[in-house]
Nanobody
Framework: QVQLVESGGGLVQAGDSLRLSCAASGRTFSMYAMAWFRQAPGKERDFVAR????????SYADSVKGRFTVSRDNAKNTVYLQMNNLKPEDTAVYYCAAALGYNSRIKDPSTYNYWGQGTQVTVSS
């Protein structure tokens, strides 16, 4: 089992920055990758960013490229999402997810094994 706990959400204005954190515990040695997804009211859960746990290579949704940066600290078993130049359309609940093995469908939520409880990010215009 892997437990994930997100933190860092809040209410900000357009153009501001936020950093989300996701602390992992349990069988963290079994993690292959960690990712961030987001879900706005009435919409599907969408892929935001992903980082390979061992090698650190990253992937991003087109909508956040150049504004968001995903990183990890293996010693702290924590993954971060630095969000800059936030826009009202970034408003959503942000979820952290962990994958235990490789899967090419990195943007598909069903390929992730564990999820955090989510943290709300609200961006006002």
């Amino acid at each position: 089992q892997v437990q994930l706990v997100e933190s860092g959400g809040g209410l900000v204005q357009a153009g501001d920055s936020l950093r989300l954190s996701c602390a992992a515990s349990g069988r963290t040695f079994s993690m292959y990758a960690m990712a961030w997804f987001r879900q706005a009211p009435g919409k599907e859960r969408d892929f935001v960013a992903r980082v390979n746990w061992a090698y650190g290579d990253t992937s991003y949704a087109d909508s956040v490229k150049g504004r968001f940066t995903v990183s990890r600290d293996n010693a702290k078993n924590t993954v971060y999402l630095q969000m800059n130049n936030l826009k009202p359309e970034d408003t959503a609940v942000y979820y952290c997810a962990a994958a235990l093995g490789y899967n090419s469908r990195i943007k598909d939520p069903s390929t992730y094994n564990y999820w955090g409880q989510g943290t709300q990010v609200t961006v006002s215009s």
